[in-house]
């Protein structure tokens, strides 16, 4: 079994900046793909950005410029540093992994998500 504990949400004004965490922990072979999806009130779960086990980013046009992903390998932990907020990126943020297990299967895993909330 693999968990997700995501961290780092919260309010914040507009123009402000937050960092989410995503630590991975369990018992898999590797981690593909990990990801940031957010899912605001009314409306469907959509990607923000997600990257590779190599480093390759892939980012959603609203974010272009203002969200920035990485990951740490060795920690299994990705991040997603979120500048310049406006309160259209007011939603509930999940991380997802992509675990290959022992078995040679890939998995899809979510953590519980985490709130961010962009007010004045």
């Known amino acids: 079994q693999v968990q997700l504990v995501e961290s780092g949400g919260g309010l914040v004004q507009p123009g402000g900046s937050l960092r989410l965490s995503c630590a991975a922990s369990?018992?898999?072979?590797?981690?593909?793909?990990m990801g940031w999806y957010r899912q605001a009130p009314g409306k469907q779960r959509e990607l923000v950005a997600d990257?590779?086990?190599?480093?390759?980013?892939n980012y959603a046009d609203s974010v272009k410029g203002r969200f920035t992903i990485s990951r740490d390998n060795a920690k299994n932990t990705v991040y997603l540093q979120m500048n310049s907020l406006n309160p259209e990126d007011t939603a509930v943020y999940y991380c997802?992994?992509?675990?290959?297990?022992?078995?040679?299967?890939?998995?899809?895993?979510w953590g519980q998500g985490t709130q961010v909330t962009v007010s004045s």
């Open positions: 997802d992994a992509d675990v290959l297990t022992w078995s040679g299967r890939n998995r899809d895993y």
């Open positions: 369990g018992i898999f072979a590797s981690i593909n793909v």
């Open positions: 990257i590779s086990s190599g480093g390759t980013t």
